[in-house]
């Protein structure tokens, strides 16, 4: 395959994340015409926000799913530790410091549950992290009686909610965690054995890879970053609520589904994830703006989600037809060939 | 030093079959060794014991005179032994040094991979076997050749002493071929040891030193190949004693007319088929693993789509887009893999022998009748004489014989009124005595008028039980044999023609 | 002496034993901790009334459990078909009957929207039920608004609430032909038959003769049409067609389904073990409550629920697989 050649124009449709780019390069330019408010100081850090929500959930989702996994438990367990992380700096007066940690840790022992479940009781991974889920809403409820629970911790609410220049906390947050865990996908041992895990297991596992380990982490990982996304939305908005990052989860997979990860594993990249995450942030938030409800929000990221695996059903069926049909073009020139011989 | 594998009576036994039986040969270090046999001859389980995926069998597997047991395939590729499938076990997502240095990573700090190291080390592989791709192509866009010998690379790095192709050049093309026996050439050049499981006779005149031929689960003989012919190879291959297993079968002597022929058809995996078949007339697909039979069976019975050529049935052309449009005209098939394709495992039997006429046992055009689908199948059971106690009973529970007079049961019901009975394999994993009657059920089928055609990898079937015999090869058709003409030898040597 | 025997150990092996061995154990528990409220007729009404809308979603996420998939868009769907029942009804002025078509015709057709997500671009059910999810969530939020249409037709108000004689709630009369004729369908009915054919084997569905695609196709919309019936009775229930609706009466479905024995991968199970799963459940969340348990624990235990339910269901297999060895060792 010769990638020296063809117009800038093919080499950019040609890979994924550029092309990626360059839809996001066009939605803006088209919404800031649309409205001029678009690219406004306060949307930007509005979107800012948004995106280090999500982007962070999406970390930890494009690893999971590049593992060959997928959690749809997410939204719930960060809502359970922005709420946690409230109660126990309000009501059991722990230092911000321990309550954060705390909270993180549960976040991440959902994951390890789910894990478990997926590992030593064979359940479907959807069902197991939906099982999780549903855990996590009951006790979200039963904790706070439907009540939100505001913080009075003002430093802890800088965390999330102050601004470094022309970005927000979050967001710097959002993208130092994205730059990590690239970098350890990219360039470190374990990263590699990540996409092997999921790209071929049966491969991995004559490779000696510890594919149960793996899958540990990233479900372990995947609940502990959700768990940070509830935590760093509850700084900013000051209150632990009950109804926070629901739907966060069908999100997260959108986004990491346009960027390029695929569903069935062992493909994908960060950067691919973090280009995702900002296409839908600022699709979103333009709808806002141009004036439609929240709710078309909601239709639209799953309409979205639809498209894009749609996109990728018919790029894996352009494969296998190309390998089917190189197989019998084969199988014929070695006919002919012995015809004429 | 030199080294040397050697099996010792080597026994497998799968339930209602011997894989194999007391297998014992030793292969040298510096040799290339073919290891030839018909379909179920025992290569590739001798081949899955090598490479640990089978780890309880009988005897011995030694290397250099120390005796080895692999529990998993990890253990096999530590002792220095690499078995390249027809399966990719490549991720094809990544790149090719990735893949080649899947399993040892040059690191560096923090776990780190060190690129440059992986870079360099995969060049130098690529160089040492002259091949013409780089280090960080993604798998997947490499042609099956290539990625085939990416799979060799791995074996390399690993530093194998031990290394086993199975079928490698089927997917290739010919100067790809090349490009494969000068790499294997190489390895055995310096002393390792080659074994290349193949049934193309031109390559194993082409590229073998020794070749090892076994027939079924036992080991034959083992010849240097200068020292030896085809013809003398396949008679080893041969040559069975069948003793009474097809006495007293009494065959159809009167054929009728021809109702189905098939005019170069061709479909995805099948080229330029053409035959014809008879009432009352029982036709033999003959052919090794992935000849085509099946394929071609799949063509006629509408599973697969034609592409180009005709079918004429019963006088009409015929271009069935589903088995439905088949089965509506009386074609039925039961396929190889009864389990996956013919049965629903965990029904009944009863259910089962419906499940193609759930119309004709209905009543008011959407129930099903108990009484009318019990009484097909009560009928299945006395006339296929299958071992249950009730025709409730689930089919997982039953025994491979007996599973498949359900699926033959299925077929040759009354309702059904089939007048083309396709069997692919169907005495695959079946004891003795129940081949015996499937045996009987095919002549009788024969004898009510019926066509059959049948797909076997077990020649003397095949010899004894068909009138006429087409033997394929690589998807299209080698050559076609009467009854009378038709020996295990020649049916096995077109069998293996280019 | 043997005849008795056996007529136990029939019923001890007979697989609806433990559910119903279930169901009476937490009667019993719950009746004894709440000091006998639970079997005072009032409350007994109260768990039957409960179940119309719990009985409408299993059943038809039975039918797509038993072709071997799944649909995670029920709630939302029949949010959706509460929703166009309100503004068919209030908005447009059109009769009660001609609301409660288009209420179906709304989840027919999200039924076959999935249908063809999962067969044509041969996505996991799942991940298109949570898609359709967010679409039809916001569908119905878009149409309804945050206080929802108010549903003034007189005949929509009785189906909520109507009751035969002083006692019986309509409700519970036509939850339980739901699940017998669902039963019935299954059971006897070519449809049903092809549905366990297709969850038992896809492939062999096929060289069998019948259509896989048309039969999924059924499964789905059927679930479709079940999901947005359920929503519209709920809101002729509270009079009042709601952006919520019935979005968190998501997984009762599945469930009432795995409890009952219809095991998750298809072509296995039967009504009367998913109406007993249904009953366990809501014995167990009116105990849970009468012995004022809060109402979130509720939602939370909803979660363990489905983890038990699919222990079960792993259990069951593994006894299942244990047994057929055993068996065929034994005929060796």
Same mark, same amino acid.
């Given at each position: 395959?010769?990638?020296?050649?063809?117009?800038?124009?093919?080499?950019?449709?040609?890979?994924?994340?550029?092309?990626?780019?360059?839809?996001?390069?066009?939605?803006?330019?088209?919404?800031?015409?649309?409205?001029?408010?678009?690219?406004?100081?306060?949307?930007?850090?509005?979107?800012?926000?948004?995106?280090?929500?999500?982007?962070?959930?999406?970390?930890?989702?494009?690893?999971?799913?590049?593992?060959?996994?997928?959690?749809?438990?997410?939204?719930?367990?960060?809502?359970?530790?922005?709420?946690?992380?409230?109660?126990?700096?309000?009501?059991?007066?722990?230092?911000?410091?321990?309550?954060?940690?705390?909270?993180?840790?549960?976040?991440?022992?959902?994951?390890?549950?789910?894990?478990?479940?997926?590992?030593?009781?064979?359940?479907?991974?959807?069902?197991?992290?939906?099982?999780?889920?549903?855990?996590?809403?009951?006790?979200?409820?039963?904790?706070?009686?439907?009540?939100?629970?505001?913080?009075?911790?003002?430093?802890?609410?800088?965390?999330?909610?102050?601004?470094?220049?022309?970005?927000?906390?979050?967001?710097?947050?959002?993208?130092?965690?994205?730059?990590?865990?690239?970098?350890?996908?990219?360039?470190?041992?374990?990263?590699?054995?990540?996409?092997?895990?999921?790209?071929?297991?049966?491969?991995?596992?004559?490779?000696?890879?510890?594919?149960?380990?793996?899958?540990?982490?990233?479900?372990?990982?995947?609940?502990?970053?959700?768990?940070?996304?509830?935590?760093?939305?509850?700084?900013?908005?000051?209150?632990?609520?009950?109804?926070?990052?629901?739907?966060?989860?069908?999100?997260?997979?959108?986004?990491?589904?346009?960027?390029?990860?695929?569903?069935?594993?062992?493909?994908?990249?960060?950067?691919?994830?973090?280009?995702?995450?900002?296409?839908?942030?600022?699709?979103?938030?333009?709808?806002?703006?141009?004036?439609?409800?929240?709710?078309?929000?909601?239709?639209?990221?799953?309409?979205?989600?639809?498209?894009?695996?749609?996109?990728?059903?018919?790029?894996?069926?352009?494969?296998?037809?190309?390998?089917?049909?190189?197989?019998?073009?084969?199988?014929?020139?070695?006919?002919?060939?012995?015809?004429?011989? | 030093?030199?080294?040397?594998?050697?099996?010792?009576?080597?026994?497998?036994?799968?339930?209602?079959?011997?894989?194999?039986?007391?297998?014992?040969?030793?292969?040298?270090?510096?040799?290339?060794?073919?290891?030839?046999?018909?379909?179920?001859?025992?290569?590739?389980?001798?081949?899955?014991?090598?490479?640990?995926?089978?780890?309880?069998?009988?005897?011995?597997?030694?290397?250099?005179?120390?005796?080895?047991?692999?529990?998993?395939?990890?253990?096999?590729?530590?002792?220095?032994?690499?078995?390249?499938?027809?399966?990719?076990?490549?991720?094809?997502?990544?790149?090719?040094?990735?893949?080649?240095?899947?399993?040892?990573?040059?690191?560096?700090?923090?776990?780190?991979?060190?690129?440059?190291?992986?870079?360099?080390?995969?060049?130098?592989?690529?160089?040492?076997?002259?091949?013409?791709?780089?280090?960080?192509?993604?798998?997947?866009?490499?042609?099956?050749?290539?990625?085939?010998?990416?799979?060799?690379?791995?074996?390399?790095?690993?530093?194998?002493?031990?290394?086993?192709?199975?079928?490698?050049?089927?997917?290739?093309?010919?100067?790809?071929?090349?490009?494969?026996?000068?790499?294997?050439?190489?390895?055995?050049?310096?002393?390792?040891?080659?074994?290349?499981?193949?049934?193309?006779?031109?390559?194993?005149?082409?590229?073998?030193?020794?070749?090892?031929?076994?027939?079924?689960?036992?080991?034959?003989?083992?010849?240097?190949?200068?020292?030896?012919?085809?013809?003398?190879?396949?008679?080893?291959?041969?040559?069975?004693?069948?003793?009474?297993?097809?006495?007293?079968?009494?065959?159809?002597?009167?054929?009728?007319?021809?109702?189905?022929?098939?005019?170069?058809?061709?479909?995805?995996?099948?080229?330029?088929?053409?035959?014809?078949?008879?009432?009352?007339?029982?036709?033999?697909?003959?052919?090794?693993?992935?000849?085509?039979?099946?394929?071609?069976?799949?063509?006629?019975?509408?599973?697969?789509?034609?592409?180009?050529?005709?079918?004429?049935?019963?006088?009409?052309?015929?271009?069935?887009?589903?088995?439905?449009?088949?089965?509506?005209?009386?074609?039925?098939?039961?396929?190889?893999?009864?389990?996956?394709?013919?049965?629903?495992?965990?029904?009944?039997?009863?259910?089962?022998?419906?499940?193609?006429?759930?119309?004709?046992?209905?009543?008011?055009?959407?129930?099903?009748?108990?009484?009318?689908?019990?009484?097909?199948?009560?009928?299945?059971?006395?006339?296929?004489?299958?071992?249950?106690?009730?025709?409730?009973?689930?089919?997982?529970?039953?025994?491979?014989?007996?599973?498949?007079?359900?699926?033959?049961?299925?077929?040759?019901?009354?309702?059904?009124?089939?007048?083309?009975?396709?069997?692919?394999?169907?005495?695959?994993?079946?004891?003795?005595?129940?081949?015996?009657?499937?045996?009987?059920?095919?002549?009788?089928?024969?004898?009510?008028?019926?066509?059959?055609?049948?797909?076997?990898?077990?020649?003397?079937?095949?010899?004894?039980?068909?009138?006429?015999?087409?033997?394929?090869?690589?998807?299209?058709?080698?050559?076609?044999?009467?009854?009378?003409?038709?020996?295990?030898?020649?049916?096995?040597?077109?069998?293996?023609?280019? | 002496?043997?005849?008795?025997?056996?007529?136990?150990?029939?019923?001890?092996?007979?697989?609806?034993?433990?559910?119903?061995?279930?169901?009476?154990?937490?009667?019993?528990?719950?009746?004894?901790?709440?000091?006998?409220?639970?079997?005072?007729?009032?409350?007994?009404?109260?768990?039957?009334?409960?179940?119309?809308?719990?009985?409408?979603?299993?059943?038809?996420?039975?039918?797509?459990?038993?072709?071997?998939?799944?649909?995670?868009?029920?709630?939302?769907?029949?949010?959706?078909?509460?929703? !166009?029942?309100?503004?068919?009804?209030?908005?447009?002025?059109?009769?009660?009957?001609?609301?409660?078509?288009?209420?179906?015709?709304?989840?027919?057709?999200?039924?076959?929207?999935?249908?063809?997500?999962?067969?044509?671009?041969?996505?996991?059910?799942?991940?298109?039920?949570? !898609?359709?999810?967010?679409?039809?969530?916001?569908?119905?939020?878009?149409?309804?608004?945050?206080?929802?249409?108010?549903?003034?037709?007189?005949?929509?108000?009785?189906?909520?609430?109507?009751?035969?004689?002083?006692?019986?709630?309509?409700?519970?009369?036509?939850?339980?032909?739901?699940?017998?004729?669902?039963?019935?369908?299954?059971?006897?009915?070519?449809?049903?038959?092809?549905?366990?054919?297709?969850?038992?084997?896809?492939?062999?569905?096929?060289?069998?003769?019948?259509?896989?695609?048309?039969?999924?196709?059924?499964?789905?919309?059927?679930?479709?049409?079940?999901?947005?019936?359920?929503?519209?009775?709920?809101?002729?229930?509270?009079?009042?067609?709601?952006?919520?609706?019935?979005?968190?009466?998501?997984?009762?479905?599945?469930?009432?389904?795995?409890?009952?024995?219809?095991?998750?991968?298809?072509?296995?199970?039967?009504?009367?073990? !998913?109406?007993?799963?249904?009953?366990?459940?809501?014995?167990?969340?009116?105990?849970?409550?009468?012995?004022?348990?809060?109402?979130?624990?509720?939602?939370?235990?909803?979660?363990?629920?489905?983890?038990?339910?699919?222990?079960?269901?792993?259990?069951?297999?593994?006894?299942?697989?244990?047994?057929?060895?055993?068996?065929?060792?034994?005929?060796?």
């Amino acid at each position: 395959m010769d990638n020296s050649r063809g117009s800038l124009w093919k080499r950019i449709v040609n890979n994924q994340v550029s092309l990626l780019v360059a839809i996001f390069i066009v939605l803006l330019v088209v919404f800031q015409i649309w409205n001029r408010n678009f690219l406004s100081g306060s949307n930007i850090i509005t979107m800012m926000n948004s995106a280090g929500l999500y982007g962070i959930i999406a970390v930890g989702m494009a690893i999971l799913i590049i593992s060959g996994q997928v959690d749809l438990s997410a939204g719930y367990v960060g809502c359970l530790a922005g709420v946690l992380v409230s109660m126990f700096m309000e009501w059991y007066k722990m230092p911000w410091p321990v309550a954060l940690v705390l909270a993180i840790a549960v976040g991440a022992l959902c994951g390890l549950a789910s894990a478990a479940l997926v590992i030593y009781l064979k359940f479907p991974n959807f069902i197991a992290t939906l099982a999780v889920a549903n855990v996590c809403n009951g006790l979200v409820y039963v904790i706070t009686n439907a009540a939100s629970v505001p913080i009075s911790n003002k430093f802890f609410m800088k965390i999330g909610g102050s601004t470094l220049g022309p970005f927000s906390s979050v967001f710097i947050i959002t993208v130092a965690l994205f730059v990590i865990y690239g970098f350890m996908l990219k360039f470190t041992k374990f990263g590699r054995q990540i996409y092997m895990c999921g790209g071929n297991p049966s491969a991995a596992r004559l490779a000696g890879i510890n594919s149960v380990k793996i899958t540990f982490f990233a479900f372990i990982n995947c609940g502990a970053l959700s768990a940070l996304a509830g935590i760093l939305l509850a700084s900013r908005m000051g209150v632990g609520s009950p109804m926070s990052v629901v739907g966060a989860d069908l999100t997260a997979i959108t986004a990491v589904v346009l960027g390029g990860i695929a569903f069935t594993g062992g493909t994908g990249t960060m950067l691919g994830a973090f280009v995702g995450v900002c296409i839908l942030t600022a699709f979103s938030n333009a709808l806002i703006v141009i004036g439609l409800d929240a709710d078309f929000q909601i239709m639209a990221t799953g309409i979205l989600l639809i498209i894009a695996l749609i996109i990728d059903y018919y790029r894996s069926r352009g494969r296998e037809r190309r390998m089917k049909k190189e197989a019998k073009e084969i199988a014929l020139r070695k006919t002919i060939n012995k015809e004429q011989k | 030093m030199e080294q040397y594998l050697e099996f010792q009576n080597i026994g497998k036994t799968f339930p209602g079959v011997q894989a194999l039986k007391d297998v014992s040969f030793r292969m040298d270090g510096g040799k290339i060794v073919a290891l030839m046999g018909e379909n179920g001859a025992g290569k590739s389980t001798l081949l899955k014991i090598l490479s640990g995926e089978i780890n309880d069998y009988e005897g011995k597997v030694l290397i250099n005179g120390v005796e080895h047991h692999f529990s998993t395939p990890k253990d096999a590729i530590n002792a220095s032994i690499s078995v390249i499938y027809q399966e990719r076990q490549l991720v094809s997502q990544m790149n090719v040094m990735e893949n080649i240095f899947m399993e040892d990573l040059p690191g560096g700090k923090f776990g780190m991979v060190n690129m440059n190291q992986l870079k360099k080390r995969t060049q130098e592989l690529i160089d040492l076997f002259g091949i013409n791709i780089r280090p960080t192509d993604t798998v997947g866009t490499l042609s099956v050749a290539y990625q085939q010998m990416v799979e060799i690379m791995k074996s390399y790095r690993r530093d194998s002493h031990i290394i086993a192709f199975d079928e490698p050049t089927a997917p290739l093309t010919d100067t790809e071929i090349d490009i494969l026996f000068r790499l294997i050439k190489q390895l055995r050049d310096e002393g390792k040891i080659v074994i290349y499981v193949s049934h193309r006779m031109n390559e194993i005149f082409r590229i073998t030193d020794e070749v090892v031929i076994m027939k079924d689960g036992r080991f034959v003989d083992k010849v240097a190949t200068a020292e030896t012919t085809e013809a003398e190879l396949i008679k080893k291959m041969v040559g069975r004693d069948i003793g009474d297993t097809y006495a007293g079968l009494k065959r159809n002597e009167h054929l009728g007319d021809v109702f189905l022929e098939l005019k170069n058809v061709t479909t995805d995996y099948v080229s330029d088929i053409s035959l014809t078949l008879r009432k009352g007339e029982v036709l033999g697909l003959a052919g090794l693993a992935g000849a085509g039979r099946t394929e071609t069976a799949r063509a006629i019975f509408g599973a697969d789509p034609i592409i180009s050529g005709k079918m004429i049935y019963n006088g009409q052309e015929f271009r069935p887009k589903s088995p439905k449009d088949a089965i509506d005209k009386g074609i039925a098939l039961c396929p190889e893999d009864r389990k996956e394709q013919g049965l629903i495992l965990n029904m009944s039997i009863c259910k089962n022998v419906s499940a193609p006429v759930l119309n004709k046992v209905s009543t008011m055009g959407a129930f099903v009748s108990r009484k009318e689908e019990s009484a097909v199948a009560e009928k299945a059971v006395e006339t296929y004489a299958i071992k249950t106690p009730t025709i409730d009973k689930i089919t997982k529970e039953l025994s491979g014989g007996n599973q498949q007079k359900v699926i033959l049961g299925r077929w040759m019901s009354d309702k059904v009124d089939t007048k083309l009975l396709i069997l692919d394999e169907p005495t695959k994993g079946i004891d003795v005595g129940a081949k015996a009657e499937v045996y009987r059920m095919i002549c009788e089928f024969a004898r009510q008028g019926i066509g059959v055609i049948l797909i076997s990898s077990e020649l003397t079937e095949v010899i004894n039980l068909c009138d006429n015999i087409i033997v394929l090869h690589n998807g299209h058709i080698t050559g076609e044999l009467r009854r009378e003409e038709a020996t295990e030898e020649n049916v096995l040597t077109l069998a293996m023609k280019d | 002496m043997k005849k008795e025997n056996s007529i136990l150990r029939r019923v001890f092996e007979h697989k609806y034993f433990t559910l119903v061995l279930v169901l009476i154990l937490i009667f019993i528990v719950f009746g004894i901790i709440t000091g006998g409220i639970m079997f005072n007729p009032i409350n007994i009404r109260n768990i039957l009334n409960l179940t119309t809308i719990t009985a409408i979603l299993t059943c038809g996420q039975a039918c797509v459990m038993i072709t071997g998939e799944i649909d995670l868009s029920c709630g939302a769907v029949g949010t959706c078909g509460g929703v !166009a029942l309100g503004w068919a009804v209030t908005n447009w002025g059109l009769p009660w009957w001609v609301g409660i078509l288009f209420g179906c015709v709304v989840g027919l057709a999200f039924g076959a929207v999935n249908a063809l997500l999962v067969n044509q671009f041969k996505m996991e059910s799942f991940i298109s039920g949570i !898609a359709l999810y967010s679409v039809a969530k916001g569908l119905g939020y878009t149409f309804a608004g945050s206080i929802g249409i108010a549903l003034t037709d007189s005949v929509l108000k009785t189906i909520g609430s109507a009751k035969i004689g002083k006692a019986i709630p309509v409700s519970v009369i036509i939850s339980i032909a739901i699940f017998i004729i669902y039963g019935i369908i299954l059971s006897t009915t070519k449809i049903g038959r092809k549905m366990f054919i297709l969850g038992g084997n896809r492939t062999a569905t096929r060289l069998v003769g019948l259509n896989p695609t048309r039969i999924s196709y059924f499964a789905f919309m059927n679930c479709g049409l079940c999901s947005a019936l359920a929503g519209m009775m709920y809101a002729c229930r509270v009079f009042n067609a709601t952006a919520t609706g019935i979005s968190s009466e998501q997984f009762i479905g599945v469930e009432c389904c795995m409890l009952g024995g219809i095991m998750f991968g298809g072509g296995s199970g039967g009504m009367v073990g !998913a109406f007993l799963g249904m009953m366990i459940i809501n014995v167990f969340n009116n105990g849970l409550s009468l012995t004022g348990v809060d109402p979130y624990w509720q939602v939370a235990c909803s979660g363990i629920i489905l983890v038990a339910a699919m222990l079960i269901d792993f259990l069951n297999k593994k006894r299942q697989n244990k047994l057929m060895i055993a068996k065929m060792n034994a005929e060796r």
